[in-house]
């Protein structure tokens, strides 16, 4: 069973640029999940999709951060601008119910210079 | 919403040791995960125990859901075990299962 998939892993940006990060689940996932997770701390729930619907977005700054899924499969989050304080590692996770067990990609780590 | 504490923040053992690592949760769970952040940042699945006693090779879970922490153990560590141990749950209030996680218990196993 692939895991799910993630990219890029790494990107570097400037302040006040635009990047946009993908993400495929595992096939026949329902939920699907962002997280933010700050150098040195614990990973920060950012949006929860279950299929194409959000679920939870209380925590994604809504000024600077979108992320959509598209026909309930992949998922793209967008940052735009960037500010420095978004470095941070952005991991995309699914989940086949809720509560269910969640399966977590490699991440991509982003820098804001 | 609910809140996961985990202790110790750090652990610095020498291979062969055993550890405890414990995470505390502030309301009832529907999931508790045990996680592994190695070195290159994923997070790998170790345990899905939201109440019980599991086991895998050197590695096993108790949660106690009635008094609200679960324990992870380690036995004869490995300098392979380093990394960053999480835990996460899902609150018996939400509906949706978000994961809420701890800040970590960082182990260092030297040779």
């Known amino acids: 069973e692939a895991g799910v998939a993630q990219s890029p892993r790494y990107k570097i940006i400037e302040k006040r640029q635009s990047v946009a990060f993908w993400c495929n689940p595992i096939s026949g996932h329902a939920t699907l999940y962002w997280y933010q997770q700050i150098l040195g701390q614990g990973p920060k729930l950012l949006i929860q999709f279950q299929n194409n619907g959000v679920v939870d977005d209380s925590q994604l700054p809504k000024d600077r951060f979108s992320a959509e899924r598209l026909k309930g499969v992949d998922s793209t989050l967008k940052i735009q601008p960037a500010k420095l304080e978004d470095s941070a590692v952005y991991l995309c996770?699914?989940?086949?119910?809720?509560?269910?067990?969640?399966?977590f990609g490699q991440g991509t780590r982003l820098t804001v210079v | 919403g609910i809140q996961v504490e985990q202790s110790p923040p750090d652990l610095i053992l020498q291979e062969g040791a055993n550890s405890t690592l414990r995470c505390n949760f502030s309301d009832s769970v529907n999931n508790l995960q045990w996680f592994h952040q190695n070195p290159w940042g994923q997070l790998i699945n170790l345990f899905y125990?939201?109440?019980g006693t599991k086991q895998n090779g050197r590695l096993s879970a108790t949660t106690v859901a009635t008094e609200r922490y679960s324990l992870l153990y380690i036995s004869s560590s490995q300098t392979t075990d380093s990394g960053v141990y999480f835990c996460a749950v899902v609150g018996g209030g939400t509906s949706y299962g978000k994961l809420t996680f701890g800040q970590g218990t960082i182990l260092t196993v030297h040779p």
């Open positions: 996770a699914s989940s086949s119910r809720v509560p269910g067990l969640a399966f």
């Open positions: 125990i939201p109440s």
